[in-house]
């Protein structure tokens, strides 16, 4: 999440900010409810610019958020995200805007609407010969994103030595699914097939947090994923097409490796993009290798000083069936350099526990920086 993937809002009259943001849905900046565990804004100010870099297995994601206050109670976001999941697959570029607007004392209700640029990766599935006059053969697959996501969030934002906040949201996104055979003559490719599915996924989140002492917060934060379609299946090449493919290569068992690599890729590529806001993909949540089902994160956070800020969190994601699990494990820490700068740093370790395959465990490193003005 970008920093804590919550920049906090609240009228001037209160002390503790009801945290929110919108971060990206499906694919860019996406709801943050009032859980994340938002550090306070300058008081009076009325716009920000936060960056993030995150990187981990191979996967590297970029994300810029704009924060603008158009009124007292009313402010719009702007933010990009991108990513590239592995070498050889092209990166993704997200694109969202959004309003939050606080109702009351207690009250922050969002919107965001997303889009995700269009993008396509290649796979070689057999070399050009033009001393043989045989074309190379080229397997294209890609996807775009379109979205909508609605919260809203509550925080009793009183002076009490206990607080709380609770918050839901609810995200609808549409992503047209394509795969294409070319075959290359001259270097020149030439579409042969195309086709393209449509996976419509929603995904509605719950959040808690229990503030005490003005120091500690416990957080709880869980999302489900609704696929109308199988997401192991959705875009790729079916049986029949694979069957038809090996047909016309020369090596077969080159041919399968191929399109095994290729369906790999795709369920990483898909695995942030479908199941989680990309925004939110970090060392605290882990980087998902395959689409998830569901996902729960617990975290303690804890404030040492006004300008130093620890939390640990655990994370535990259920992929969709036949892909198994993922438990990442992370420490976060931020550093406040007066009113209008903070930076952090998030490291974590993630463990990958497929069903089919040993597991993996992994390194992932966030480092992030706010300017507030």
């Known amino acids: 999440m970008q920093g804590d993937k919550a920049t906090c809002r609240q009228p001037v009259d209160m002390t503790a900010?009801?945290?929110a943001c919108l971060r990206a849905g499906g694919m860019l900046v996406a709801v943050l409810g009032m859980l994340g565990a938002g550090p306070a804004r300058a008081e009076g100010a009325d716009s920000?610019?936060?960056v993030e870099a995150s990187a981990g297995r191979g996967y590297g994601l970029w994300s810029l958020l704009g924060d603008v206050g158009v009124s007292e109670a009313t402010f719009l976001t702007l933010g990009y995200t991108g990513a590239r999941p592995e070498a050889g697959t092209a990166a993704t570029h997200q694109l969202s805007v959004g309003v939050d607007h606080l109702a009351g004392e207690h009250w922050l209700l969002s919107g965001i609407v997303s889009l995700g640029l269009a993008k396509g990766s290649d796979t070689e599935l057999s070399q050009e010969r033009p001393r043989l006059n045989v074309p190379g053969l080229t397997a294209r697959t890609g996807y775009g994103s379109q979205g909508v996501?609605?919260?809203?969030?509550?925080?009793?934002?009183?002076?009490?030595?206990?607080?709380?906040?609770?918050?839901a949201s609810l995200g609808l996104h549409r992503y047209p699914l394509r795969r294409q055979l070319l075959t290359v003559s001259d270097g020149t490719p030439h579409v042969r097939y195309a086709q393209e599915d449509l996976l419509w996924v929603a995904r509605p989140t719950l959040g808690a947090r229990l503030l005490w002492d003005g120091r500690w917060e416990l957080g709880l934060r869980g999302g489900f994923s609704l696929y109308s379609e199988d997401p192991l299946t959705a875009g790729q090449f079916t049986d029949a097409e694979k069957a038809t493919l090996e047909s016309q290569l020369e090596g077969r068992a080159a041919a399968r490796l191929a399109l095994a690599g290729l369906r790999r890729r795709q369920l990483r590529d898909?695995?942030?993009a479908v199941t989680r806001r990309m925004a939110d993909v970090n060392a605290g949540t882990g980087f998902p290798s395959a689409p998830t089902r569901f996902d729960v994160k617990p975290s303690l956070t804890w404030r040492l000083n006004p300008a130093l800020k620890g939390q640990v969190s655990y994370a535990f994601t259920r992929y969709v069936p036949t892909q198994g699990v993922a438990h990442v494990l992370a420490s976060r820490w931020t550093v406040r350099l007066g009113d209008p700068v903070r930076v952090w740093a998030s490291v974590a370790l993630q463990r990958d526990v497929p069903e089919d395959l040993p597991a993996e465990v992994s390194g992932l490193l966030t480092l992030g920086g706010e300017y507030t003005f």
Do not use: C, I, P
């Not at 609605?150 to 925080?155: M, V």
């Not at 002076?159 to 609770?166: D, Q, T």
């Open 270 to 272: 898909l695995g942030a």
């Open 149 to 167: 996501q609605l919260a809203a969030g509550y925080d009793s934002a009183g002076f009490h030595k206990v607080e709380y906040g609770l918050d």
């Open 17 to 19: 900010r009801a945290a």
């Open 48 to 50: 920000s610019l936060t």
